[in-house]
């Protein structure tokens, strides 16, 4: 009986191939800032923090739902956490914040039962928990802002998690393809910005993306569609291209949301605990709104099949 999933060991040649691409371009951004070694030393850290989260994530999933569960917790816990204390930030305290980030974690395992069906049933029955509780327990009512966030947080991070984990257990080979796309948008545009980058994109919510990063990270993911379309021999090419450039633009409007809110609470990061890459959902905006959609997509070609 296989321990991981047989689909891994070409997912991990095609991750070698973008790893080496990627250390190529971090050459070149570190003669171009010899100048600035602490510029380069931190760029170097996020580019390996980068590489491991991918790494994590598709040796993860290759044990099935069950092997993703812990990292999705750990995203889930982390990413709520952060979510609240952004909003506390700008519009003061939320009622029983911890309640609310247990309830929109646990609202994930919904994603255990593998099917649509038992991924909302969770996050509705932790949605109604969460702002129900409050209420009940404090006997008073509860600031808006706090509801309004418990809505936002399970949409944003309870369902695109639970989905990721049905993702992993029923299209290894689509999940491996969400996971490499998105890092590869993320690094990509990053790289290519600061190497080329003289257009803001929009200086307004994010003053370091430009177009020439955007654009590079686009073609980088059709590329890498390409590149991975022999493990989806159900997709045509034509829909495997359209699917990696959608996911490309998803990502960007994700990370643009995020940019968004860090703009509007006055931070930087959402948190330090992905070190020098902030949070999780500094590092995870993008997957976080791309999942659903891609999901929905995905559901549909099995049920077509």
């Known amino acids: 009986m296989e321990i991981f999933n047989p689909l891994i060991l070409p997912t991990l040649v095609i991750a070698g191939g973008e790893i080496a691409i990627a250390l190529f371009f971090f050459m ?14 931190h760029d170097a850290l ?21 092997g993703l569960l812990p990292v999705a917790l750990f995203l889930a816990y982390f ?8 909003v506390q930030i700008k519009y003061g305290a939320i009622a029983l914040p911890v309640l609310l980030q247990l309830l929109g974690t646990v609202g994930i395992v919904g994603g255990v039962w593998g099917n649509v069906f038992a991924i909302f049933c969770s996050a509705i029955v932790a949605t109604w928990v969460a702002i129900a509780l409050p ?35 029923s299209a290894y080979q689509e999940f491996n393809l969400l996971i490499l796309l998105v890092l590869t948008n993320d690094g990509f545009s990053q790289g290519i910005g600061k190497i080329l980058g003289k257009t803001p994109l929009i200086p307004g919510i994010s ?14 993911c059709l590329v ?66 791309t999942i659903p959609i891609f999901y929905f997509i995905v559901h549909c070609k099995q049920s077509l099949n």
């Open 135 to 169: 209420i009940l327990i404090l006997r008073h009512p509860p600031p808006m802002h706090g509801i309004l966030t418990t809505a936002f947080g399970i949409v944003f991070i309870t369902i695109p998690l639970a989905s990721l984990l049905t993702l992993a257990d």
């Open 46 to 66: 996020k580019l390996a923090i980068l590489i491991g989260i991918g790494l994590i994530l598709i040796a993860a999933a290759g044990l099935g739902k069950y």
């Open 224 to 289: 890498l569609g390409w590149s991975l379309s022999f493990m989806l021999p159900e997709w045509r090419l034509w829909q495997v291209l359209l699917l990696s450039g959608g996911v490309a633009l998803m990502a960007l409007t994700g990370d643009l949301i995020a940019s968004s809110l860090k703009r509007e609470a006055g931070i930087k990061d959402f948190g330090q605990v992905l070190a020098v890459t902030g949070g999780v959902l500094d590092k995870f905006d993008s997957v976080m709104f």
């Open 207 to 220: 003053p370091n993306k430009t177009w020439e990063g955007t654009i590079g990270g686009l073609l980088a």
């Open 79 to 86: 990413g709520w956490q952060e979510l609240l204390e952004t």
């Open 28 to 41: 070149i951004f570190a003669i171009i800032y010899r100048r600035d070694p602490t510029k380069v030393k």
